[in-house]
């Protein structure tokens, strides 16, 4: 008899043993459908096998061993197996993670009828790289053929796509293939036009969650069966079925998307250079504004890190930076400073960004005679106002209801709106410019599916003021575009994240950087009551070293990442109760493990501590060793199952970023 081993993509921390005498050490990462219970699941066969410690009065048979479709490679299966055990989360939901939605069916698969078409492009002359592009591409590919992480520092503007793109070329020169990651599905279409431009002729396909299910798995299966030479993709394409990878970009290494938010919290940036490690292949981390781990990394030598410090359009200079005050008129959301700005490039037939990283028409509701304020009925935090929609809205859980036009407390119909979002801006600017082409860009606004075509209307002047949030800051190239206002950022200083003010000037150097990269001189003006803060003073300098070094001393005094590593236990549940007591024997037991070098922070409520229904909680782990930390969640983690009742969900958040 024959047995495999399978992964189910099941909260349990184990695999499961089938009989299946047909199988053979080649079906290995094939799709197996199985009886589970009463129903029957697809999984992912991980092993074959002579024997099984299951007693035989319970061994059940397989269903259908699926060979329609190549398997899952050995190279993905242990930079899955790594995964697990880094991330502390079950192999099988972590391997099913990594197969597109319609390969997990057990009707099977069926291919679509129709291909879509690829996108007709005009083929792109590389443009001359200038010598500081040069220098990079060259110092790259010389070690083409082993593992190094480089940190590819670039001053907006400054040509890090040509760089990858000179990368690229070489590497399907010798026969290998690419990965190239960007943090945002909306980014993929400005990248994906790019370089099909610049290589018609090779194969290349986009992977992110915005496809189709049918369009996502024949896309994954041409990867897997090798029809494909670059994959351009969003943090789910780390585990591309790519054989003979010889390159991995991660552009924009510094933003959060690459950071899993839900269930299995794993770093694809990080995942990037592990895997980069087992395929002994370069990685090239690119950003403008690096993140501080990377940034340190580089500075200890464990990345090779490169310079970009001029912008690459001849001529091109960065923009200069103002500090204004805000406006104090609740009626006028936009200063008169940044409206005489904006008239300014109207006259020059030039383009002006306005950056708010808030969308709807304002954040809170309030009652003028009780100070009632609306709130979410699910989640502990105000309800943001929709005007148009006529809607109030939580942008934590899907919870809506029409726009209150009466105070629930007091019953006065005395209703205003506090503070500004991207609606409200719109709608001012509307006003105040009433001839100017506007056009507003968030998650509320924006369809990837007309997100290219919108790209290419601001690229030709077709829109004269920009108004959105951080999807507009993100590595885009308007050469019309030479104002750029950023309103209402102070808040991030009062957060008690760490990381808060590392957000902060990423995002603001980001934002400026949209300004100038044409021939013409940008401004940027930054709207905040505190000019004097180190943080403004090295922004409107263009100063990263500057920033990252005050920062990196404040987080060596008190102690925090890159000087020491982190976990959270995170936990939810209706029952607050029963959430408490699982969270009071999860520190327990960890402490019960006389596990040294640990730093256990009380049991805490994160900043939201109630979404749709649930409470939450979370319990802050931290070592100045690795090592020690992961050994102690290892030991950690087998415990807590036990220790979960029924209706807590848990998970182990290595490295986070949001704490």
Known sequence: MTFIEVALDLPLNTLFDYQCDEATLEDIGLRVVVPFGRDEKVGIVVAVKENTQVPPQKIKQAIQLWRDVPPITDEVLQLLRFTSQYYHYPLGPVIM?????????????????????????????????????????????????????WLLQGITGSGKTEVYLELVERTLQRGKKVLIMVPEINLTPLVEQRFQARFPQASMVSLHSALGDKERAQRWIEIAEGKVDIVLGTRLSIFAPLEQLGLIVVDEEHDSSYKQAEGMRYNARDLALVRGQNKKIPVVLGSASPSLESWWNAKQQRYQHIHLLERAHPGATLPAIHLIKASQEESKPVSDRLIHAIGERLDKAQQSMVFINRRGFAPVLICNQCQWLATCE????RLVVHRRQRQLRCHHCDYQRPLDQYCRHCKSHDLTTLGEGTQKIEEFLQQRFPDARILRIDSDSLKSREWATQIQEISQGQVDILVGTQILIKGHDFPK?????????????????????????????????????????????????????????????????RFAENEINERRLIGFPPFCYQAILRASSTQLSTLQSFMHSAKHSLKALHAEHLTLFDVIAPTLAKVGHKHRLQLLIQ?????????????????????????????IDVDPIDC
């Open 97 to 149: 993670h990594a197969l597109p939605p319609a390969l997990k069916k057990t009707a099977g698969w069926q291919p679509p009828k129709k291909r879509s078409k690829a996108i007709a492009v005009k083929p792109l002359s590389a443009p001359p790289l200038n010598p500081a592009q040069r220098s990079a591409v060259e110092s790259i590919d010389q070690k083409h053929n082993e593992f190094k992480a």
């Open 378 to 381: 699910h989640c502990q935090t």
């Open 481 to 545: 575009l030479t104002m750029v206002a950023a309103v209402n950022v102070d808040s991030a200083l009062y957060s008690s994240d760490f990381r808060a003010s590392e957000r902060l000037f990423t995002q603001l150097l980001q934002a400026s950087g949209r300004a100038g990269r044409g021939a013409d001189q940008g401004e940027v003006f930054i709207e905040t009551a505190f000019p004097q803060h180190p943080l403004f003073q090295a922004l409107i300098e263009h100063d990263y070293q």
């Open 623 to 651: 070592s100045s060793s690795r090592s020690h930390l992961q050994q102690a969640l290892s030991l950690w983690s087998t415990e807590l199952y036990p220790l979960s009742p029924s209706g807590v969900n848990w998970v």
